[in-house]
T-cell receptor, first 116, second 115 residues
Framework: GENVEQHPSTLSVQEGDSAVIKCTYS??????FPWYKQELGKRPQLIID?????GEKKDQRIAVTLNKTAKHFSLHITETQPEDSAVYFC???????????????FGQGTILTVHP | NAGVMQNPRHLVRRRGQEARLRCSPM?????VYWYRQLPEEGLKFMVY????????ESGMPKERFSAEFPKEGPSILRIQQVVRGDSAAYFC?????????????FGPGTRLLVL
């Protein structure tokens, strides 16, 4: 089955700096890669996603890059703000049929702290 | 446009009791996924259901856990004879799961505490 590794486990930055979180996946059949932000005691919320036919996607201060050959993808947050502090999870899934269709395999999470 | 609904939000059970967790997907979504999050850990897939069908239960413990998604009503995750190790947050997510629309939207979770 799919295995997703996420690094670093904790990340501390100063307000205004950039933050980068990296994930690798094992199953070359995976073709959908979402990123979720989870605040303490809250639900995971989708912040950005990318499909395997795209190499990069950007939404304001957030961007995701995907390298299919190397099987890794990264989240980039620029101009970080204290409200960006949360746990971030990457995930991978295969959406092309079969019983694992749509099932998300999550990374272990990164605790991001943005200091004012 | 209501999001994914889960109830109860908090559930306390004593060892040996049964826990029933309910999930109502977003309108128009026919695919439901259950995930478990142990304290300070990531989310682990448990089961994937469509209406009246279990598609993938590879993440479900073999004993005491069951799930259903009936034709009418919410999806139910049932845990029989709970043990302390079952204490966790249980999230469901729903998706329309069509090409280009794979996004899973999560409910607020049910936090189960087993005493």
């Amino acid at each position: 089955g799919e295995n997703v590794e996420q690094h670093p486990s904790t990340l501390s930055v100063q307000e205004g700096d950039s933050a980068v979180i990296k994930c690798t996946y094992s199953d070359s059949a995976s073709n959908y890669f979402p990123w979720y932000k989870q605040e303490l005691g809250k639900r995971p919320q989708l912040i950005i996603d990318i499909r395997s036919n795209v190499g990069e996607k950007k939404d304001q201060r957030i961007a995701v890059t995907l390298n299919k050959t190397a099987k890794h993808f990264s989240l980039h947050i620029t101009e970080t703000q204290p409200e960006d502090s949360a746990v971030y999870f990457c995930a991978a899934s295969m959406n092309a049929g079969g019983t694992s269709y749509g099932k998300l395999t999550f990374g272990q999470g990164t605790i991001l702290t943005v200091h004012p | 446009n209501a999001g994914v609904m889960q109830n109860p939000r908090h559930l306390v059970r004593r060892r040996g009791q049964e826990a029933r967790l309910r999930c109502s997907p977003m309108k128009g979504h026919s695919h439901v996924y259950w995930y478990r999050q142990l304290p300070e850990e990531g989310l682990k897939f448990m089961v994937y259901l469509q209406k009246e069908n279990i598609i993938d239960e590879s993440g479900m413990p073999k004993e005491r856990f069951s799930a259903e998604f009936p034709k009418e009503g919410p999806s139910i995750l049932r845990i029989q004879q709970v043990v302390r190790g079952d204490s966790a947050a249980y999230f469901c997510a729903s998706s329309p799961l069509r090409a280009g629309r794979e996004t899973q939207y999560f409910g607020p979770g049910t936090r189960l505490l087993v005493l």
